[in-house]
């Protein structure tokens, strides 16, 4: 039944769940906020404690979260796996995050990139956005950071795949 405001007619939401193509019982996401919660995120973060926090936190959220521990571990886990979003430090041994948003513009510009670092220098942080990235999250972080800015950049890049 609708409802009737000066403003505007709400009607009641259509129910577009469907069944998933890999079989299991968990319906598709009806509406664009579910699907940003069912996104695949892939943390790189050579500190093991700031991985196993990133992953709980997402993982708490609903997004499905794979965590390595350097961007050669991430560059054999974007070639398996289709990942929405990358959330990357900067500051790593071997490769760094800049090397993993170069390679991800090059060979996965369809995946979103947030970088997670200590850099608290706005020229750097304003160098590393200039890049492309998504979002920039200061370290140490709340879950409320994090949430917000994975939030905003699965919207955005929902937005961005929807336009093309």
């Known amino acids: 039944m609708e409802e009737k405001s000066k403003h505007m007619t709400v009607a009641p939401a259509a129910d577009h769940r ?3 193509a890999d079989g299991s019982p968990h319906a598709a996401p009806a509406s664009e906020a579910d699907a940003a919660v069912a996104a695949n995120l892939l943390v790189v973060d050579d500190e093991a404690p700031i991985r196993k926090l990133l992953r709980q936190y997402l993982e708490a959220a609903g997004y499905g979260c ?3 521990e350097s961007v050669a571990e991430a560059k054999v886990a974007l070639q398996d796996t289709a990942f929405d979003l990358v959330l990357s430090d900067i500051n790593m041994p ?3 995050g800049i090397d993993l ?3 991800m513009q090059d060979q996965h510009p369809g995946t979103a990139v947030v970088v ?3 850099i608290n220098d706005p020229a750097k942080a304003r160098a590393i956005l200039d890049l492309g990235v998504y979002g920039y999250i200061l370290k140490p972080f709340t879950r409320s950071q994090v949430a917000i800015t994975v939030g905003n950049a699965l919207r955005h890049l929902q937005l961005e795949r929807r336009d093309k």
């Open 18 to 20: 469907r069944e998933p």
């Open 66 to 68: 794979r965590a390595v």
């Open 94 to 96: 071997a490769a760094s």
């Open 101 to 103: 948003i170069r390679y």
């Open 116 to 118: 997670v670092s200590v």
